[in-house]
């Protein structure tokens, strides 16, 4: 009877790590694979402040195309504590912007409307692209 008392418990413990394990344990995948399952997101990889407030500005005044692409967008930064902030902005696999960014707004809003012309002007292309018979993997 105890032996079975001890193997219920063990199988309860391993069951609940394991369910732990499956629901916390992070997602990781390719933009590929995030592109294949939906379209059109801003995804915000950033480290700080200045990387958040880049994002938030970059999303409020993103205008998506009106012709449906498959296209996501990842707001990418790395802290610099010498220069400011590295930020890319990549359409799916491309890097569409690169630049550094200074903790000042106007330096921020500054770097936000040039990435959001280069996004705009990557998408466009894109689209006459494909429209011309061009390859659908990019």
Do not use: C
């Amino acid at each position: 009877m105890k032996h079975e008392v001890d193997l219920t418990a063990r199988t309860i413990i391993l069951g609940s790590i394991l369910a732990a394990t499956v629901l916390f344990s992070p997602v990781f995948f390719s933009a590929a694979q995030a592109r294949e399952e939906i379209d059109g997101l801003i995804i915000e990889q950033s480290q700080t402040k200045i990387g958040h407030d880049f994002f938030q500005q970059f999303t409020a005044q993103w205008d998506p195309p009106s012709s449906s692409q498959e296209y996501n967008i990842f707001i990418i930064e790395r802290a610099s504590p010498q220069w400011g902030s590295w930020v890319w902005i990549k359409v799916n696999d491309t890097i569409v912007y690169q630049g550094v960014v200074k903790p000042r707004y106007e330096e921020i809003r500054g770097a936000v409307q040039t990435g959001l012309a280069q996004a705009m002007d990557y998408l466009f292309w894109l689209q006459n692209l494909r429209s011309a018979g061009g390859p659908d993997d990019l």
